[in-house]
């Protein structure tokens, strides 16, 4: 079974500067999806970036983007220029590469919640 | 883009009673649909995984006498928890996804309080 690691609880940030969320995995698959998730106050699941573990170009969106590691199985989100609205929940999340039915679950991690302080 | 609604966002039964959550896709046929749990400040716990036509897949541990789920049509999927006590007091979140290597698609989630 897929295990999803994110091992900082909370982190802070300044608004403006940048921060780095850390995520580790652990698999036997060689080809899935990564993704982090959003979650606000609101509880809305919110997709940020997502990677495909064939691609080793790291994923852009933005103010987001991802360093993933493949042989080393860690995947973590960078956040530029930190904003207030960022301030969240955030979700290291593990999919299966094979399409199928139950294969389409996500395996979360435990989530970090980011604080933006002004 | 698609959207999934989940109704009701929040619901208060009495301990004993049940109670059902209502997850829809709004503008695709969502042949696939997952009910995850959430307890404060936990992450989400997959529950049970279900097919439009079919039973619904269970994570272990999960009650399926419990925690009903019917997915009768391509465009709804009901979560019914029976005999609901105050430990069933959770977030219950819902995504559906289509046919073929479609993204997935969450609900608002619902807030269940039992008293």
């Known amino acids: 079974a897929q295990t999803v690691t994110q091992s900082q609880p909370e982190m802070s940030v300044q608004e403006a500067e940048t921060v780095t969320l850390s995520c580790t995995y652990d698999t036997s698959e060689s080809d899935y999806y990564l993704f982090w998730y959003k979650q606000p106050p609101s509880r809305q699941m919110i997709l940020v970036i997502r990677?495909?573990?064939?691609?080793?170009q790291n994923a852009t969106e933005n103010r987001f983007s991802v360093n993933f590691q493949k042989a080393a199985k860690s995947f973590s989100l960078k956040i530029s220029d930190s904003q207030l609205g960022d301030a969240a929940m955030y979700f290291c999340a593990y999919r299966s590469q094979n399409s199928g039915g139950s294969n389409y679950k996500l395996t979360f991690g435990k989530g970090t919640l980011l604080t933006v302080n002004p | 883009g698609a959207v999934v609604s989940q109704h009701p966002s929040w619901v208060i039964c009495k301990s004993g009673t049940s109670v059902k959550i209502e997850c829809r896709s709004l503008d695709f046929q969502a042949t696939t649909m997952f009910w995850y749990r959430q307890f404060p400040k936990q992450s989400l716990m997959l529950m049970a995984t279900?097919?439009?036509?079919?039973?619904?897949?269970?994570e272990q541990g999960v009650e399926k006498d419990k925690f009903l789920i019917n997915h009768a049509s391509l465009t709804l999927s009901t979560l019914t928890v029976t005999s609901a006590h105050p430990e069933d007091s959770s977030f219950y979140i819902c995504?559906?996804?289509?046919?073929?290597?479609?993204?997935?698609?969450f609900g608002n989630g619902t807030r269940l309080t039992v008293t």
């Open positions: 995504s559906a996804r289509g046919r073929g290597k479609t993204p997935l698609h």
């Open positions: 990677q495909e573990a064939y691609k080793q």
């Open positions: 279900s097919n439009e036509g079919s039973k619904a897949t269970y």
